[in-house]
């Protein structure tokens, strides 16, 4: 029997809030009063570590290790401690709590500031590097920098094969001064390399090694069905740009890291006064690991600057889906993922047992923000904030699929977050992914603005291992989720929450979903998308809107016995594929959401918030009729709240669909979705009192604002050709 919503999201709360409670409690065995606290300091030299003589973070680290009898407390007090190498905690860290002195904000950051600026006669700076800090990324007060970057280059010229790729002539890069700094970088569908060139020779650029092999088809490490995504498959469309490079430092907020002169060249933004101003490159790899302690509590820490020292190597970025990439020159030929490698973070917990984070903050990060792996249980990563960060914000397991009972992710949380403009470096990498987790719980986070896929969980695509692993009891619940799949990102495939593999038990419910992939010009991002294996998944009691493809994707036969009730959308989607999965009690094709759905919008994420309502749609009560038709799409299909059918007239010269509203109403926009296979491009939309003119294809949607007193609304195509449309609303 199922309880009512507002029982199963107190419920749900009242579970999260226990665990917290739990958590971050003092150690167990420890008696009131029986807490030594000590203090660490950024500029600490006491050996006592006390409030007037603080320690160091590895001397308050030691001297805590003596206390046998206490609990013992670690207070930072207030300031940047900069790092050359990570705090280490250990099994002879557990039950102590490293905090946040009161009133104070610590950060542990692994940033090298640059000074020495001196202006060029270009208007450009440069400043010299200190030996060994490489930067790939730059800070000015704060801001990120971005890589000096060229113009896409298409497959017609940067045509891409297993060994290299032409258009060193066209792009002008065999006449670069130093082209070994600068870097492709190449995105097909859910993947995004970034690999190294190594040479030129007429118009043939070489690249890295292995990145450049990792990145192409053939070597059967990746599977012979996701070569299709690799950098010389079909999907190759060309390189989204060059970067790194003196020649294509022209914008405002541009860097150039020049290796053999050891400087970095940077064009300031307006105001900007390189004198004055703080420039931080981050250098050290790793701010905090965390191996094998129990009991430990980390809150009220900052951590910034981290590096992620890989796609400066050799190996470069070969992305493989999320974020993990594909390393070494050689490996195991494996076709599920279970030897790529995850990002470097800022904090690391490998194999620890009732670790709580909480209240951290994580930013301008060159890597990811925090792994829980290697059979870390029991552990929970609460109230922080993710922004700023080149990779994805949190990674929680590992990708084997039956590891040995200590090396299984188990009762893992990750709760009440806000996660924002993670990815900006490494587009494919997502804001939460876990791997092969069992009683995983993912709930009440917020998170907006990111490339790719928001929330993702399960691994091993359509492979045998996938059927059978430790997944199982996960929970993506009461999530706010919204502005995810940014199209500029050029990231495909995915959605806003993800799924693979049989995970008996789990669900994904209560969550607010506003915003995937919107504006895309194809049948591209989901809102819950139960991909490959995904089976044994409940999605139930969300409320998912404005989504550039389908509310709910599960289109693999061998996905089975899923469940999707009880859901709020705007549009329709197509029955779950796989045998014994369904539908039932939906509320789908909504123009306007009912209260009970604003309220589990309203109530979803960090802090709840506000949720965009549905705008009523004219246009759905209206006659449609178009110029002609193929026999099967007819007009009344971009009528039918159902994004995934299409209205379709033959090719002709002038051809049009229209809506008859019934009568004169007043309109102020106008969406128009195109079919995404036979794209309307290049088109009027014409009303009684008007005419405006769209350029190029169709998006999904296009939103046109009009102020208009209008009884028809056509579509017409300029010149011969078709029109075809999914949908059109009129508000």
Not at 471 to 486: C, P, Q, S, W, Y
Not at 558 to 563: A, F, K, S
């Amino acid at each position: 029997m199922n309880r009512p919503l507002n029982v199963v999201r107190a419920t749900a709360a009242s579970a999260t809030a226990a665990l917290l409670t739990a958590l971050l409690a003092a150690p167990a065995g420890a008696a009131p009063g029986t807490t030594r606290t000590l203090y660490a300091a950024p500029d600490g030299r006491g050996s006592s570590c006390t409030a007037a003589r603080p320690c160091t973070l590895d001397g308050a680290r030691d001297l805590a290790r003596t206390e046998h009898r206490r609990a013992v407390r670690v207070l930072l007090k207030d300031g940047n401690y900069r790092l050359d190498a990570p705090l280490e905690l250990g099994a002879a860290d557990s039950g102590t709590t490293w905090a946040a002195a009161p009133g104070a904000h610590p950060v542990l950051s692994g940033g090298r500031d640059l000074t020495g600026w001196h202006r060029n006669t270009d208007g450009t700076w440069t400043a010299a590097v200190p030996e060994g800090v490489t930067p790939r990324q730059l800070f000015v007060d704060g801001r990120r920098a971005t890589r000096a970057r060229g113009e896409a280059c298409a497959a017609s010229t940067c045509d891409a094969t297993a060994t290299g790729m032409t258009g060193a002539t066209a792009t002008g890069i065999d006449h670069w001064a130093h082209p070994t700094d600068a870097e492709a970088v190449i995105r097909i569908r859910w993947r995004n390399y970034h690999c190294r060139i190594a040479g030129v020779g007429g118009d043939t650029l070489t690249f890295a090694q292995p990145c450049w092999t990792n990145s192409a088809s053939g070597t059967d490490r990746t599977g012979p069905a996701w070569d299709t995504t690799a950098v010389d498959s079909t999907r190759y469309s060309g390189v989204a740009f060059f970067e790194n490079a003196a020649e294509l430092l022209d914008e405002p907020g541009e860097f150039v890291w020049n290796s053999a002169a050891r400087t970095v060249t940077y064009l300031p933004r307006e105001g900007e006064n390189m004198r004055h101003a703080r420039a931080v490159t981050p250098h050290t790899e790793q701010l905090l690991t965390v191996d094998g302690a129990h009991d430990l509590t980390v809150s009220g820490i900052g951590f910034a600057y981290a590096a992620y020292r890989q796609p400066d190597t050799d190996e470069g970025y070969a992305g493989m889906q999320a974020g993990l990439t594909l390393t070494g020159a050689t490996g195991p030929v494996d076709h599920a993922g279970r030897y790529y490698t995850k990002p470097a973070a800022a904090l690391t917990v490998r194999g620890g047992r009732r670790v709580a984070v909480d209240t951290a903050s994580f930013t301008h990060l060159g890597g990811a923000g925090a792994v829980l792996e290697a059979g870390t249980k029991d552990s929970a990563l609460t109230r922080s904030a993710f922004t700023d960060l080149s990779s994805g914000a949190v990674y929680v397991g590992d990708t084997e699929p039956l590891p040995e009972p200590a090396l299984s992710g188990e009762r893992n949380t990750v709760a009440y977050n806000t996660i924002s403009r993670t990815g900006v470096e490494y587009t494919d990498s997502v804001g939460i992914w876990a791997g092969y987790e069992a009683g995983l719980t993912v709930d009440h986070n917020s998170l907006d603005h990111l490339p790719y896929s928001a929330v993702s969980v399960g691994w091993g695509w359509n492979q045998p291992e996938a059927q059978k692993s430790v997944l199982r009891d996960n929970k993506v619940t009461n999530n706010r989720i919204t502005d995810v799949m940014e199209v500029a990102r050029q990231q495909h495939d995915g959605g806003a929450v993800y799924t693979q593999g049989a995970q008996p038990g789990t669900v994904v419910s209560g969550n607010y979903i506003n915003r995937s992939a919107y504006g895309n010009t194809e049948r591209d991002g989901n809102g819950i998308y139960l991909d490959e294996q995904s089976s044994h998944i409940t999605v139930e009691n969300n409320v998912i809107t404005r989504i550039g493809y389908k509310w709910v994707s599960n289109w693999a036969d061998y996905g089975i016995r899923n469940t999707a009730r009880g859901n709020w959308t705007d549009t329709a989607a197509p029955a779950l594929g796989g045998t014994g999965s369904v539908m039932t009690g939906n509320h789908t094709g909504l123009d306007r959401l009912p209260a009970a759905a604003l309220a589990v919008a309203a109530r979803a994420g960090a802090h709840g918030g506000p949720v965009e309502q549905l705008r009523t749609d004219l246009a759905r009560t209206g006659t449609a009729t178009q110029s002609s038709t193929d026999g099967t799409a007819t007009a009344a299909l971009a009528l039918d709240a159902d994004t995934n059918t299409d209205s379709r007239t033959l090719a002709e010269d002038g051809a049009w669909w229209q809506v008859d509203l019934g009568t004169t109403r007043h309109i102020r926009q106008v969406e128009v979705w195109n079919d995404a296979s036979t794209t309307t491009a290049d088109f009027d939309i014409v009303t009684d009192d008007g005419t405006v003119h769209i350029s190029g294809q169709a998006l999904r949607p296009t939103v046109v604002d009009l102020d208009s007193r209008t009884r028809t609304v056509r579509i017409v195509r300029t010149g011969t050709g078709r029109v075809a449309l999914s949908q059109v609303l009129i508000h």
